[in-house]
C-alpha cells in the first residue's frame, strides 16, 4: 500500500507540524493565552470572551484538544477546560529546539 506524503516524515516531524498547525490560527491562540491568563480550569462558555459564534469556537477547542494542547472535561451540561501543562511543557521545548535549528546567523541570502 503506497505511503502518504506525511508518512514520509518521522514521527517527530509529523508532532511538530501538528503542534504548529494547533496555533495556526489566531482563535486558538486566543484561547491558550486565555487560558493561560486566568490560570484556573474554565466551566462555561469561552466564546463569552472571544468575537466569535459558539459553534467556531467550539472548533478551536476541538482542534487544541485533538493537539493536546488542552484538556476537556464534562461536568453536567458544561465542559470545563484546562491548558494540558505537560503539553504546553512539551510545546515550549519543541519551539525552542525547532528555533534554534533554523537560526543560522551569516547564513541567510
Same mark, same amino acid.
Request: proline share 5%; hydrophobic share 40%; glycine share 4%.
Given at each position: 500500500?503506497?505511503? *502518504?506524503?506525511?508518512?514520509?516524515?518521522?514521527?517527530?516531524? !509529523?508532532?511538530?507540524?501538528?503542534?504548529?498547525?494547533?496555533?495556526?490560527?489566531?482563535? !486558538? %491562540?486566543?484561547? $491558550?493565552?486565555?487560558?493561560? *491568563?486566568?490560570?484556573?480550569?474554565?466551566? &462555561?462558555?469561552?466564546?463569552?470572551? $472571544?468575537?466569535?459564534? !459558539?459553534? *467556531?469556537?467550539?472548533?478551536?477547542?476541538?482542534?487544541?484538544?485533538?493537539? &493536546?494542547?488542552?484538556?476537556?472535561? %464534562?461536568?453536567?451540561?458544561?465542559?470545563?477546560?484546562? $491548558?494540558?501543562?505537560?503539553?504546553?511543557?512539551?510545546?515550549?521545548?519543541?519551539?525552542?529546539?525547532?528555533?534554534?535549528?533554523?537560526? %543560522?546567523?551569516?547564513?541567510?541570502?
Amino acid at each position: 500500500m503506497p505511503q *502518504t506524503k506525511n508518512e514520509l516524515f518521522s514521527d517527530d516531524l !509529523r508532532h511538530k507540524a501538528m503542534l504548529f498547525k494547533a496555533l495556526a490560527h489566531p482563535a !486558538r %491562540v486566543a484561547i $491558550l493565552e486565555y487560558l493561560a *491568563t486566568i490560570k484556573t480550569c474554565m466551566t &462555561g462558555n469561552i466564546s463569552d470572551e $472571544l468575537p466569535l459564534s !459558539r459553534t *467556531t469556537v467550539n472548533q478551536h477547542l476541538k482542534e487544541l484538544k485533538q493537539a &493536546g494542547l488542552i484538556k476537556g472535561t %464534562v461536568q453536567g451540561a458544561k465542559t470545563n477546560y484546562c $491548558l494540558n501543562p505537560d503539553a504546553v511543557k512539551a510545546l515550549n521545548a519543541c519551539c525552542i529546539e525547532f528555533l534554534k535549528k533554523i537560526d %543560522v546567523p551569516n547564513l541567510y541570502c
